[in-house]
């Protein structure tokens, strides 16, 4: 039996071989702490860590000592928000966040973080303007997300940092699902902090990054770990070198493969939003048509119930939102933000395509997905 088609990618991506090979001699020969300074297995090491600090600066426009590695978007989403709030602040974020952000806030409500959730269109997207009253209260810090991870759906984070910055107040973005579908310049884009994950563009997972905006330093974060003082005293603990290694290689080759990479996954994307469309009667996109990821497909099928489908396709790997919270059975937080209803929420499926998608893979999917959707609506009546 052929493999399921992996339409997953949203959740996780394939390791790159490119990357593989770049992690290898880190995983053998060259094993060294980076924080052993005294002989050559430390030097080693601690050179392959700068270097792929200065490959992940220079795929998001960023100096290399603006850079400090994690062990993923999670912990880089908590390092910026635990590391800047405390009792008697105000954070402001949407309801449509991940869960490292909207589980971290309820974690900081409780500590006496005052949380404001800002609302959004029924596309998913944060307005200026709501920003813009919001702050008119005041906040330590603003958190958007830049594109999301179950619609696909683009907030206007250049926009919103503007807001935030007129009112001298920080901004952190979630950018997890970014790296290798939108071009990234934390310049351009204004924003204080963004998180970063390795696993989300063909690296290796447990590695993620916090960017912190040097000049001007309008947000220090406290340390959420402490130790041996490693990443300049922010982030202690021994550094994951391999996938750090192959973190650094990854954003390499994300940024080298845009626009073109993007623009494929785009044809592909709407090559099967046809063939779906066109074959499936009463399915509706869900998310911004325009302001969205380039790989990004959510859909709902009324009168189907997205975990029924997803058991009866048998040639998709897919899922109804994020893998985070695959085991909460409940609908979308997120498609109930965007005011669709809980009956659509519950009848909606991410289809996220990558690198490895092809277009005999799209119309595979397509296929079996068509089949399941009659299959079931049959057996319903």
Known sequence: MRDPVYLDYNATTPLDGRVLEAMLPYLKEHFGNPSSATHAYGWSAEAAVEAAREELAAAIGASPEEIFFTSGATEADNWALFGTL???????TSPTEHEAILESALALARRGVEVVLLPVDRHGVVSPDALR??????????????????????????ELAEVAHEHMVPFHTDAAQALGKLPLD?????VDMMSLSAH????????????????????????????????????????????????GRAATLAAESLPGEAERMRDLRDLLWRELSGRVPDMLLNGDPERRLPNTLNVSFS??????????LTAVA?????????????????????GLGEERARSSIRLSLGRFTTREDVLRAAED??????TLRTLSG
């Open 133 to 158: 009253e919001a702050l008119g209260e005041g906040a330590a810090l603003v958190s958007i997300m830049l594109a999301n991870n179950e619609t696909g759906t683009v907030n206007p984070v250049r």
């Open 369 to 374: 997905i068509v089949r399941a959707v009659g």
């Open 86 to 92: 405390g009792p008697g602040d105000r954070l402001v």
């Open 318 to 338: 897919a899922s109804s939102g994020s893998a985070c919270a695959s085991s909460d059975p409940g609908p979308s937080h997120v498609l109930l933000a965007m």
């Open 186 to 190: 934390v310049g351009v884009l204004g």
């Open 200 to 247: 989300k563009c063909c690296g290796p997972k447990g590695v993620g990054a916090l960017y912190i905006r040097r000049r001007p330093r309008r947000v220090h974060p406290a340390p959420l770990l402490y130790g041996g003082g490693q990443e300049r005293g922010l982030r202690s603990g021994t550094l994951n070198v391999p996938g750090i290694a192959g973190f």
């Open 303 to 312: 009168g189907v119930a997205a975990s029924d489908l997803l058991a009866e």
